[in-house]
């Protein structure tokens, strides 16, 4: 069963979907002078276990230290690790990580270097596109059903925060969830991680929001 679930995740991190971790919540935080990014893993506790996150294991799954997300920060002049915390309960393992961006250069390469690809953002036109997976392409019924069993229960979930009414373009699916909180407006979108693990092709989250 343990080189079973590693090749599990091996096989995800070579597709290149967001984190290759289980359940992931990511924000991004546009409303102010200063953007903010973060990301919160949840990893069963069976899972974090077998050691595939660990620095040291050969068959290390995905970079979770706080070295990691320091190293990660480091590549960029105007990006800084704002909080690192991991907890430990008998069920998960949480790791959240947050970084401050100074630009949005910076925000697009940081995306690309956690997660699948450069995200694309428009202050003038209002409209950001966010990469979250990059497709596994055609496998095989056991293949798929191993994926499927693995990622059961868990979820991705996409928060945007921007300056003005925001909302998904076109309409995601699944719909995503519309906070208007004045000054600043939110836009959640939330998909099962088995299925945005076994996507044949490339995903993101659009949205545009009010210019003024």
Not at 8 to 25: F, I, K, N
Not at 145 to 160: G, N, V
């Amino acid at each position: 069963m343990k080189r079973t679930v590693i090749r599990v995740l091996l096989t995800v991190l070579m597709v290149g979907a967001l984190s290759s971790c289980l359940s992931t919540e990511a924000s991004i935080d546009f409303s102010g002078d200063r953007t903010q990014l973060s990301l919160v893993y949840t990893i069963p506790r069976s899972v974090w276990d077998l050691g595939v996150f660990d620095e040291g294991s050969p068959e290390r799954a995905i970079p979770v230290s706080e070295r990691d997300a320091r190293e990660t920060a480091g590549l960029y002049d105007d990006v800084e690790l704002v909080r690192y915390a991991l907890r430990r309960n008998d069920d998960a393992v949480t790791i959240e990580t947050i970084y401050r961006v100074g630009s949005d250069d910076s925000l697009a390469a940081l995306w690309g270097t956690i997660g699948s690809g450069h995200l694309v953002i428009d202050r003038e036109r209002g409209t950001i596109t966010v990469p979250i997976g990059a497709g596994i392409g055609s496998v095989d019924g056991d293949q798929r059903q191993l994926i499927a069993d693995t990622f059961r229960d868990q979820t991705f979930s996409l928060e945007l925060r921007a300056p003005a009414s925001i909302q998904g373009e076109p309409p995601q699916r699944p719909s995503g969830t519309v906070i208007d909180g004045g000054s600043t407006s939110v836009f959640h979108w939330e998909v099962p991680m088995a299925d945005l693990m076994l996507a044949e092709e490339p995903s993101e989250v659009r949205a545009r929001w009010e210019v003024r």
